[in-house]
């Protein structure tokens, strides 16, 4: 063996190509998840930088820092409390929905918005 296939610690993630870089930004992600975890923040969500980039603008966090608080009965009444056209806050809940930031609790036609975690916090620069 030469001596580059010994020292495997060298390796720069970002010469990796296709799936072997997606696989190693899994990793990390799942290894930093992971410490978050360990060090008492359980229930933590990760988030890539990207999908961050697409999701965290002002109105957004308005809305989760609204549902840390507060327990609306419905998303007409989010949409009422936070004075916002109703069709905007549920297309921002979607978007929540779909990056697993919030869950809905139904009950009948109602759906209450609800934050899913206790942390939502976005993976460290690498």
Do not use: C
């Amino acid at each position: 063996m030469g001596e580059e296939d010994t020292n495997q610690d060298s390796v720069d993630p970002n010469s990796f190509r296709g799936d072997e870089k997606v696989d190693s930004a899994l990793e990390l992600r799942n290894a930093f998840s992971e410490a978050i975890t360990h060090h008492g923040f359980p229930d933590t969500l990760v988030l890539s930088r990207e999908r961050a980039d697409d999701v965290f603008h002002e109105r957004r966090i308005r809305i989760m820092d609204y549902l840390k608080t507060h327990q609306p009965q419905s998303v007409r009444a989010l949409a009422k409390e936070l004075d916002v056209d109703k069709g905007v806050i549920s297309r921002d809940l979607q978007k929540l929905l779909e990056l697993d930031i919030v869950e809905f609790d139904h009950d009948g036609r109602s759906k209450s918005p609800r934050l899913k975690h206790q942390h939502v916090i976005v993976e460290p620069i690498y």
